[in-house]
């Protein structure tokens, strides 16, 4: 897929992907900042 209809589904497809990878690792990091929290207690 290249030219103008590749470019135009690519760019949101890509800011689809990392915005979900951004949140995935935005919950690992608070769930391991949880686990050590719980576990120091």
Known sequence: MMGPL???LAV???A???TIILHI???V?????S???????
């Open 29 to 33: 990091k608070l769930k391991k900042k």
């Open 25 to 27: 690792v935005r919950l």
């Open 35 to 41: 686990d050590k929290d719980g576990v120091s207690d």
């Open 16 to 18: 689809v992907i990392k």
């Open 6 to 8: 590749g470019m135009i």
């Open 12 to 14: 949101p497809i890509y």
